[in-house]
Structures are given as C-alpha cells and as structure tokens.
C-alpha cells in the first residue's frame, strides 16, 4: 500500500465520466475500482475540486461518492507553500498576453480549484489527473495541460490512467 498518492484529481477526471461513458448507472466498476484506489492511498484530490463537487450542479450521484470518501482522501490547501505557489502560478498566468481577460479571470476566480490543483502537484511531485485537453495557443481558457507542460507536471486522462495503473473495467 503506498503512504502517499502519486496522482491528484481534477474535479473534471470525476464530473465528466460521470457524466458521459462512466457514468454510475452503466459503469460501477470504474467508481468502484476508483474507491478501492483511494482506500489504498494511490489517489487523492484537494478540498477545492470536492467544493467545486458539492457545491456544483453536479449529479446527485458523484456527491452520494464524494461525501463518504475518507478524509486522507481530500487533502486541505492551506499549507503555506501551496499557497505560495498558487501566487505564482496566478501571477504568472495573469501576466500572460496570450490569454483573454476572462479566460484570467476565470481562472482566478474562487471558485476554481485548476490553479490549485496545479499548485498542489508541482509542490507534492504528484501527477494531475483531469480530462482537459493540451491546447496550443489557447486564449479563452488556462488548461490545466498546457500549465501541467510548461511546469514539467506529468498530466493523464482517465484512459492513460487506467493503462498506467493496470485496471481494466
């Protein structure tokens, strides 16, 4: 059993399968192998993506999930260096011309855990897990890739998640 995760989530590596081709009434296996990585410790995810969760317009359904989930599973921001390297990683995007004004807004907004989720990796050496999508010279959105490549963070889908960890659903 491994004492700290590799991988951290991303609120869309849960909503999106949800969602779509996982979902829990078509395929439990996904969320139950899910659970079982979280009890062994190989996943966790930060208490703004599980906001983000509860707080959203999310299927009842993934918060029926989350909500039980151990506390070892959903790991606090509020250590000082993650705070720290949010505030550079905020600056840094800010003061990046090839992004729109509300694409930096949106992504300092409060309510969006993708900077620190980012912030978290780089400072805890973990891997992102999200299902956003490389995208050279984006400019109304910041993709958790694109930060995850310039920072040198390994960043997987839940496709090259599952061949990385050997599970098949």
Known sequence: MSEVPDYVIDTSFLTQPNRDYYAFDICPSFWESLSRL???????????????????SY?????????????????????????????????RVQADKN??????????????ADGWVVSYAKVRRKKVLS??????GA???????NLCKELGIPHLNITQFLREMKIQI
């Open 59 to 91: 299927d009842d359904e993934l918060k029926k999930w989350i909500r039980p989930q151990p506390s070892f599973f959903v790991i606090s921001t509020d250590e000082q260096d993650v705070i720290d390297e949010y505030g550079r990683l905020n600056r």
């Open 131 to 136: 299902q956003e999508v490389y995208s050279a």
């Open 139 to 145: 400019k109304n959105k910041v993709p958790i890739p």
């Open 99 to 112: 992004f729109t004004n509300p694409a930096k807004a949106e992504f300092a907004d409060i309510k969006n």
């Open 38 to 56: 979280v009890i062994e410790r190989k996943v966790e995810t930060i208490d703004k993506v599980r906001k983000e969760i509860m707080n959203g």
